[in-house]
């Protein structure tokens, strides 16, 4: 009998399956057309504003909940229930949503299975029967590990297509989050930390490639919901979509180790100042990149481009700094769900317990108190880009100071008041370059406190904490 988790079962075999980058896209949109999961995902998801860092926690997460090791399994469904305990609230409709509810988080594991199966299907290489089993056995198991009774999901396959027809015909939705993801999210795709140095050509290439993964997207979802959502079908989508998977599946006949997700998520994740080689070979071929880009434009000059001495280097005006940081969900508004946000990235980079988690989460809210009550002039429970700028605030106050002392404990693992090497790169993931010639080689609170009012007070660019909250 093949293992449930770990190597040897159906989800390991699948996990590094170049086709998952396709089956993904698919299983978010599934999820994100649920009327629950859509409202969740507007309110408090940052999809929009930072697809790559959520991509990568994604594949961690998944790493964790399907690897083999009992207690990291265990300790990753734990997190993820305390994040999903604080997904709830209304939709525009004024239908409440909740991230807990066993039928939501059902729904979720069924649209990745089905995605998975639909991925070996399109692709010519059908799951057997035998494998289709095993794989959704895992899934169930997946929900049992998060908690969840028997019978959210049906206990038999057969069951199980029965129901996932009824919920595609009858309760999925053309949300706004389903509609984000197909038709602007990969249209104003920001590029990954590791080639925001190559505007350009991350431009030519998306302008390209983002209306053909929409089309492929739409032309893989069941057409009882294609029709009902009313999303049209580009001619000839259906041939571009098969394709696609088939020409995606090819890459599978690489020597094995040369395709595995989670390193393309870590590479895509990755800062140009981390001291990781990958980061340092690309950025070197940046380099010789934009020099060749620099002597293009000397032969074909370019119309002038704006100061980077203002826009492009440390200086940040108040606009910029709430649009990169503040407005970590994208929606135009500074509110509780932006730093919770941020709580969230951090506690992640951290592998965070429940009690030093919860005293962050903490931090943040009483930072969002004191934000709310010197901001929001208009008493609508939000603050917009005006009402930040027009204040020009310092945001350095008593409940920020407290946020920043709290996230040191919590990067300070050995308690022994400073970041060493090891714990700054589980924060920052970059390299760690402190002058060893002063008296600070190592990060004292003092100097990280500081640091860290230096950039919330949202004035200047900073090499460690911008990938931390501003990359995408």
Known sequence: MRPVFGPGSQFHALFNDPRWALAIVRATVLEAAHPQIGAALIDNST???HPWRRLRNTFLSLQRMFGADEHVRNREAARLNRLHARLNGTDARNRPYDAMHPDVRAW????MFESAVTMCRLSGQPLDRDAMEQLYTEFQAFLATMGDGAGHLPPSLHEFWTYYDRVVEEELENTEAMRIILYKLFDHLPAPPLLNGLPTLWAAGRAVAGPVVGAITVASLPEPFRRRAGLPELPGAQTLMQGAYLAVGLARLLPEGWIKADTIADLLALSPDSDDPRARTITALR??????GALIRLITPLPPQPDTATQGGLQRSAEEFFAEVLDQTGNGYLDWPDL???ARELSSRLDLDEPEETRLYNAFADWWRE?????DTDGDGRINAQEYATAVPSLAGPALIKVAEVLFDATDKDGNQTIDADEYRALFRSAFRRDTASTEAAYTRSSFVKDFLSFMSGRRH????D?????A
């Open 467 to 471: 990938p931390l909250l501003a990359q």
């Open 371 to 375: 934000l709310q009550a010197a901001l």
């Open 462 to 465: 900073s090499t460690p904490y």
């Open 108 to 111: 979720v594991a069924a649209t």
């Open 287 to 292: 380099d010789k990149m934009n020099r060749a």
């Open 47 to 49: 999809f929009v504003a």
């Open 340 to 342: 919770a946000a941020m």
